[in-house]
């Protein structure tokens, strides 16, 4: 009879343990409790497309989908860093995300664009597609280090994978720990060389806008709006250096409005980095549609 109480209650737990990482994989924003996700924060109702404009439908549950739905900090939120230090610079922003920094000198540019991407195929429960490669040019899937497996760095050099883990462990407090090590070791350099590059002509919300090496940068096309004309506006997110509050620029040309005409050629000047000679990349929407 104990036996058999035993067998049942770890089948409650395992079942208790599989409904909860259900729940957290299925929520929009799995960083925020729910209260915190509020509907009325969302970026598509924070921003209003301008007269003769309407926002480009796109496919429900694809990462432009999600990236309309991103929640918001309240109006007048200062740029902060990971210290929480108030920086200079804030008349560039037009809204900043509610997405935690952490306390690392970590979440910069293309970090935040690869935090994003995680966060997004954790709240479709696609996780298990998650990679980028590191600067060296390794592979380092989140599923490797999800089963146990950990990255073997010796100077700054990854010498290959070994068992540190005791146990696999898919939860999304590890997810978040393996971000940090994403972030350490990649950056615009790796992902301008392992994205595919899109056209001007055929950019969208969700692309990137990427100047890759060292120093690089990278900016995140959030929205788009159109016109009868067939002209588009978008909506621009950044993080920066040094980690600090992912945030909506503002265009310093264009009547101070957060939507930027990109154009079809030509260089694109932002509050923050001037792109002479502007490339866009996609990250790998194939990924979204398994």
Known sequence: MIRWFWIASGCMLWFLGSAHRSAEAGRLHPWLSPKKAAKKTQLRYRF????????????????????????????????????????????????????????????????????????????????RYYQFRLTSGHRNPWKRWARGDRLKIVRG???????????????????????????????????????????????????????GGYPGHVILLLDEARNAKGESLFLLGQGLMPAQSFHVLRSSQQRRSPWFHLGRSGRILTPSWDFPHPKFYRLPHRSSTR
């Open 157 to 211: 050099r990854m010498r290959g994978w070994r068992r540190r883990a005791r146990r696999p462990n898919a939860s999304y407090r590890s997810f978040r720990k393996y971000l940090r090590v994403v972030m350490m070791y990649s950056g615009t350099a790796s992902l301008s060389r392992e994205l595919r590059r899109v056209p001007r002509r055929r950019i969208q919300a969700g692309d990137l806008l990427m100047q």
């Open 48 to 127: 209003s497309v301008p007269r003769g404009y309407r926002r480009v439908r796109v496919k429900r549950g694809s990462f432009a989908w999600w990236l309309r739905r991103l929640p918001m900090a309240s109006k007048g939120t200062p740029i902060r860093d990971y210290r929480g230090r108030r920086l200079a610079g804030q008349s560039r922003r037009a809204g900043v995300v509610r997405l935690d920094v952490g306390r690392y000198n970590l979440q910069q540019c293309a970090d935040s664009v690869m935090r994003l991407w995680g966060e997004y195929l954790w709240s479709r429960g696609l996780q």
